[in-house]
C-alpha cells in the first residue's frame, strides 16, 4: 500500500528535476494520445517538435521560436516576481490585451506621421495600459482585502469585451470596408515593430524580454526589494518582523507584472500580429503561468521554459499541417504539461511510502 509522507525538508534534487519529469510525462503521454487520435505513431509524433529545429523548413521555424517564446517569457517574469511573493496575479491575459489596445491606440492617434518618436511613445502606452489594468486588483486588495486571483481573472472576460469593442468602435480601419479590427500597423513603419536584425525574429520584444530575465534576476539576488519578495513567500512572518511593507509589495509585485505584461502586447500587437482583432488574444498569459512555474520561478529558469513552450506552439502547427491535428490539441498538450508539473511537484515535499497491509490495518 502506497502512502505520501511529508520530508522534513523539501527535496533539492526534486526541485530541480520536476520540470525534467513532467516533460518527459507529457511528452509520454503526448505520444499515446496521438496514437489513440489515429495519427500515426511514434515516428510521426517525433515529428511534433524536431521538425521545427531540424527539419527540413528549420530555417522558417528558427526564428519564430524567439518570436512565441519573446511574449511568454516577458509575462512570465512579471508573474513570478508576484508569485515568489505570494501574490497571485491569473490575470495576465488582460493585462496584455490593455497593453495592447493602448500601444496601437497611441500609434493609430498618430497615423499617418512618419516621427522617430511614435514607437517609443507605443511601448510606454502599452506598458502603463498593462499597469493600470494590473493596478485595479492591487488597489482593491490593499484597500478592501478582496482576492487578487478573483479580480484579476474576471478582470481577463472585462478585457475581451473591451478589445471586441475596439475592434469594432473606436480602433476600427475606416478604409477596412466594413470588416472589424484596426488599421495593419505593419503598413504603417512608424509604428511597426520589425526585426532588429533581418530574418533572425529577434524584435524589440524579445530584447525586452531577455533584458527582463537579467533585470529580475539582479532584483531577485543582489537588491533589498528582491529579498523582500523572497522573504516574504518563504517566511512571511519573518517578512513582517523584518519590516517588510506587505501593501508596498503588493502594488510592486502587481504593478510590475502588469506592465511586462502590457509590454508584451504592445509588442505583439506592433509585429507578428499587426492589428487589433476581435481574436488578438491567444492565450499568451494564460500559458505564461505555465512557462513561469515550469522554470522554477527563477529567471534563467523562465527563459529556458519560454523556449520550450515556444517549441510546443511552432511543433503543434506544424501537426495540424501535418498530422490534421486540431488546435484544441496544442492547448491540451500544453494542459498536461502543468498536471504532470504540479504532481510531480508533490514529490518536492512528500516522499512515497510502501507499507505492508497488516501495518495499515
Known amino acids: 500500500m502506497m502512502k505520501l ?58 526564428p519564430q521560436l524567439l518570436v512565441k517564446g519573446g511574449p511568454l517569457i516577458l509575462i512570465a517574469i512579471g508573474l513570478s516576481l508576484g508569485f515568489r511573493a505570494g501574490i497571485w496575479n491569473i490575470g495576465a491575459e488582460g493585462q496584455y490585451i490593455l497593453g495592447a489596445i493602448f500601444g496601437a491606440g497611441v500609434g493609430l492617434a498618430f497615423y499617418p506621421l512618419e516621427a522617430w518618436y511614435v514607437f517609443p511613445l507605443m511601448i510606454i502606452g502599452g ?38 469593442s475596439m475592434s469594432l468602435g473606436l480602433l476600427k480601419n475606416p478604409e477596412g470596408h466594413g470588416f472589424p479590427g484596426s488599421r495593419n500597423l505593419k503598413d504603417y513603419p512608424a509604428a511597426f515593430n520589425d526585426d532588429i536584425i533581418t530574418g533572425t525574429g529577434m524584435h524589440w520584444g524579445v530584447l525586452s524580454a531577455f533584458i527582463a530575465v537579467i533585470f529580475a534576476y539582479i ?13 516574504t513567500g518563504e517566511a512571511p512572518r519573518a517578512a513582517r518582523f523584518a519590516g517588510v511593507k506587505p501593501n508596498r509589495l503588493i502594488l510592486f509585485c502587481l504593478g510590475m507584472s502588469g506592465l511586462l505584461a502590457g509590454l508584451a502586447g504592445m509588442f505583439e500587437v506592433s509585429g507578428p500580429s499587426g492589428q487589433i482583432s476581435i481574436d488578438f488574444n491567444t492565450g499568451y498569459g494564460f500559458t505564461a503561468i505555465i512557462v513561469a512555474f515550469l ?19 511552432i511543433g503543434g502547427e506544424i501537426a495540424q499541417g501535418t498530422l490534421g491535428l486540431p488546435a484544441a490539441a496544442i492547448q491540451l498538450f500544453q494542459g498536461m504539461l502543468l498536471f504532470f508539473l504540479l504532481a510531480v511537484d508533490l514529490l518536492t515535499n512528500y516522499r512515497i511510502r510502501w507499507i505492508s497491509r497488516e501495518v495499515a490495518s
Do not use: C, D
Open 295 to 313: 522554470g522554477r520561478l527563477h529567471p534563467v529558469g523562465i527563459l529556458l521554459a519560454g523556449l520550450l513552450m515556444a517549441l510546443t506552439y
Open 127 to 164: 506598458a502603463f495600459g498593462g499597469w493600470l489594468w494590473a493596478m485595479i486588483p492591487a488597489l482593491l486588495k490593499v484597500k478592501f482585502g478582496t482576492n487578487e486571483i478573483l479580480v484579476s481573472l474576471m478582470l481577463v472576460y472585462v478585457a475581451e469585451q473591451l478589445l471586441a
Open 219 to 231: 532584483l531577485l539576488n543582489r537588491h533589498m526589494l528582491g529579498f523582500s519578495i523572497r522573504l
Open 5 to 62: 509522507e511529508k520530508r522534513p525538508q523539501p527535496s533539492k534534487v526534486f526541485a530541480y528535476l520536476t520540470p525534467l519529469l513532467a516533460v518527459v510525462a507529457t511528452m509520454i503521454a503526448g505520444g499515446l494520445l496521438f496514437a489513440a487520435l489515429g495519427k500515426g505513431r511514434l515516428k510521426r509524433y517525433a515529428r511534433f517538435s524536431g521538425n521545427s529545429l531540424f527539419g527540413e523548413h528549420a530555417f522558417y521555424y528558427r
